[in-house]
């Protein structure tokens, strides 16, 4: 019996992952995508032409995965029933209509992942699929597994970057998963990277690592910027600077900070998950790192991140502004720093630094979610923050 694998999404990711996973013919691979009339461009785009994944192999020699997943449709109807695992690979804020669209079909067993599912991913699932949540596994990933973009629509696509090790937890519903999860996404993925579980799924909400790495570094260039456009968008890792570097160590200090204290009041919560950034690079990317002697090299001397650069805008009369709309802030605010903050309030743990990004996020958005030193703004309906589930101890 092929693994019967469903993807959500429908951008870069999703491509990726349905390219890899249709290219072993012990899978059975569909897709869906509820947003505006991506599913009818993407299958009419496979009419004629197969999927195709550019990688740099370990070897230094250029591949390629060739593949034709067997379904892309919008339709949960079709896609859902009989999955195995169901990959949620698309931006956080497009979760909720793909959990409201699983909702009446899922059965008891199948397991959702979320790669990443970003932070407060279980409490959306447990708050949008209620009682049907019991018998479902869930699987967070804290990350995506490439550094990926699509080059043409449908058709083909490009892998910036692999991570080594991929790093996931598991939390098991009533029902004993249809197949082995673990063993599932490797399937999926193929042998790069090599996947492993530990720890609460917690831990992935606390390490969402996109969320501190895009706020730090977006704060660092351009929170005093004068407004004037830039003669290109710079690039995001290589032109880190010191202070953003430093930055990003405070933050990710402050979520060790915040496992702790969860740790110490609930010792059945397995938080060995939560690491420093500079670990978490290390554990993602033992090869790629050239230079390891700070997280600022590490961040400037990673190959899977070479070349990716600053969202940006282009101006009319020449130069670039950076793009403020994009999902550094849009996704990484709501669906990270935010839940982040808000467990930290849980468990009473200062987080200066996640709050000044924060502040300087929530006004490029024009939102309201932290307000007097609480996640009590107006806006936090739009967040994943336990405040807006009105979960207030044991998450
Ligand atoms: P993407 O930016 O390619 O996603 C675009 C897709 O999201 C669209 O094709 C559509 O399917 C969906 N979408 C966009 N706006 C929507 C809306 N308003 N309503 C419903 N659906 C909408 O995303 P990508 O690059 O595939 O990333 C997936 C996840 O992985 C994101 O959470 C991203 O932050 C994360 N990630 C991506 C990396 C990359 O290199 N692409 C690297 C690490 C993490």
Same mark, same amino acid.
Request: proline letters at 6%.
């Given at each position: 019996?092929?693994?019967?694998?469903?993807?959500?999404?429908?951008?870069?990711?999703?491509?990726?992952?349905?390219?890899?996973?249709?290219?072993?013919?012990?899978?059975?691979?569909?897709?869906?995508?509820?947003?505006?009339?991506?599913?009818?461009?993407?299958?009419?785009?496979?009419?004629?032409?197969?999927?195709?994944?550019?990688?740099?192999?370990?070897?230094?020699?250029?591949?390629?995965?060739? *593949?034709?997943?067997?379904?892309?449709?919008?339709?949960?109807?079709?896609?859902?029933?009989?999955?195995?695992?169901?990959?949620?690979?698309?931006?956080? $804020?497009?979760?909720?209509?793909?959990?409201?669209?699983?909702?009446?079909?899922?059965?008891?067993?199948?397991?959702?992942?979320?790669?990443?599912?970003?932070?407060?991913?279980? $409490?959306?699932?447990?708050?949008?699929?209620?009682? =049907?949540? =019991?018998?479902?596994?869930? $699987?967070?990933?804290?990350?995506?597994?490439?550094? @990926?973009?699509?080059?043409?629509?449908?058709?083909?696509?490009?892998?910036?970057?692999?991570?080594?090790?991929?790093?996931?937890?598991?939390?098991?519903?009533?029902?004993?998963?249809?197949?082995?999860?673990?063993?599932?996404?490797?399937? *999926?993925?193929?042998?790069?990277?090599? @996947?492993?579980?530990?720890?609460?799924?917690?831990?992935?909400?606390?390490?969402?690592?996109?969320?501190?790495?895009?706020s730090a570094?977006m704060y660092?260039?351009?929170h005093?910027?004068?407004?004037?456009?830039?003669?290109?968008?710079?690039?995001?890792?290589?032109?880190?600077?010191?202070?953003?570097?430093?930055l990003?160590?405070?933050v990710?200090?402050?979520?060790?900070?915040?496992?702790?204290?969860?740790?110490?009041?609930?010792?059945?919560? !397995?938080?060995?998950?939560? =690491?420093?950034?500079? !670990?978490?690079?290390?554990?993602?990317?033992?090869? !790629?790192?050239?230079?390891?002697?700070?997280?600022?090299?590490?961040?400037?001397?990673?190959?899977?991140?070479?070349?990716?650069?600053?969202?940006?805008?282009?101006?009319?009369?020449?130069?670039?502004?950076?793009? $403020?709309?994009?999902?550094?802030i849009?996704?990484?605010v709501p669906?990270?720093l935010v839940?982040?903050r808000?467990?930290?309030?849980?468990?009473?743990?200062?987080t200066p630094n996640i709050d000044k990004l924060i502040i300087w996020g929530q006004g490029l958005m024009g939102k309201e979610f932290l307000v007097d030193g609480k996640i009590?703004g107006?806006d936090?309906?739009?967040?994943?923050?336990?405040?807006?589930?009105?979960?207030?101890?044991?998450?």
């Amino acid at each position: 019996m092929p693994l019967k694998v469903l993807i959500l999404g429908g951008g870069n990711g999703a491509h990726v992952l349905a390219g890899i996973a249709a290219s072993n013919p012990e899978n059975e691979v569909r897709v869906m995508s509820l947003f505006q009339d991506e599913a009818e461009r993407w299958s009419k785009a496979l009419e004629s032409s197969d999927l195709v994944i550019d990688y740099t192999d370990k070897d230094g020699k250029e591949k390629q995965f060739v *593949s034709k997943p067997g379904l892309i449709t919008n339709d949960p109807k079709v896609a859902v029933p009989g999955s195995d695992i169901i990959v949620f690979v698309v931006p956080a $804020f497009a979760h909720a209509q793909y959990w409201e669209a699983l909702k009446p079909h899922m059965e008891p067993g199948m397991v959702a992942i979320g790669m990443p599912g970003a932070a407060g991913w279980e $409490f959306q699932a447990y708050n949008i699929l209620g009682d =049907k949540a =019991k018998g479902i596994t869930l $699987f967070n990933f804290n990350t995506l597994p490439w550094n @990926c973009r699509i080059k043409e629509y449908g058709k083909r696509v490009g892998i910036v970057g692999f991570k080594d090790n991929f790093v996931g937890a598991i939390r098991k519903g009533s029902m004993e998963p249809k197949v082995d999860p673990l063993k599932a996404i490797q399937q *999926s993925l193929g042998p790069r990277p090599v @996947c492993t579980a530990y720890g609460d799924l917690l831990g992935m909400t606390l390490t969402h690592t996109n969320a501190i790495i895009h706020s730090a570094i977006m704060y660092g260039r351009w929170h005093d910027w004068d407004g004037k456009p830039v003669r290109e968008a710079p690039l995001f890792y290589q032109g880190m600077d010191q202070a953003s570097a430093d930055l990003l160590s405070r933050v990710s200090g402050e979520i060790v900070a915040i496992a702790t204290a969860i740790s110490a009041k609930n010792a059945d919560i !397995d938080l060995s998950n939560v =690491k420093h950034i500079s !670990d978490i690079m290390l554990e993602f990317y033992p090869e !790629d790192i050239k230079d390891k002697s700070s997280l600022l090299r590490m961040m400037q001397s990673n190959k899977a991140f070479e070349g990716l650069r600053h969202p940006v805008i282009n101006n009319d009369g020449g130069g670039v502004s950076p793009d $403020f709309t994009s999902r550094y802030i849009w996704e990484d605010v709501p669906f990270g720093l935010v839940v982040h903050r808000g467990i930290a309030e849980i468990v009473g743990v200062h987080t200066p630094n996640i709050d000044k990004l924060i502040i300087w996020g929530q006004g490029l958005m024009g939102k309201e979610f932290l307000v007097d030193g609480k996640i009590k703004g107006k806006d936090i309906g739009m967040t994943r923050a336990p405040q807006r589930y009105l979960f207030k101890s044991r998450l």
